[in-house]
């Protein structure tokens, strides 16, 4: 596990937190191909956004984050973006996730931090 210290002309950060979601329902999804690709649609996500993932699961029906981020971002602004972005790029790309989630809504409300 490598340190990544973020600095500016003023100051020094190292930010960490650990998040965990969980799908809707806690139904058993993130199986084989789905698990696979909600692993690498969160992996970019964390690059777009400049966090470091220091580590992480997908499991059948939660994941578990621990990152570092930059203090220009905040906590609900990262999960969003994760959440959001792996939600509509699964179900746009798994369509028999749809059968399960009609509404659109992949991810349960609310994460742990």
């Given at each position: 596990m490598s340190v990544v210290q973020r600095s500016n002309s003023h100051s020094v950060s190292r930010l960490t937190v650990h998040i965990v979601w969980s799908t809707k329902y806690r139904y058993d999804v993130l199986n084989?191909?789905?698990k696979i690709r909600c692993r690498t649609i969160l992996k970019q996500v964390?690059?777009?956004e400049n966090?470091?993932?220091q580590k992480g699961?997908?499991?059948k029906n939660h994941v578990h984050m621990h990152v570092e981020y930059r203090p220009s971002l905040s906590v609900s602004d990262l999960v969003k973006r994760l959440k959001g972005r792996s939600s509509r790029k699964l179900q746009q790309e798994f369509p028999e996730l749809n059968k399960r989630y009609w509404g659109r809504h992949f991810w349960g409300i609310g994460y742990g931090c």
């Open positions: 084989g191909d789905i964390c690059e777009s966090v470091h993932i699961v997908v499991s």
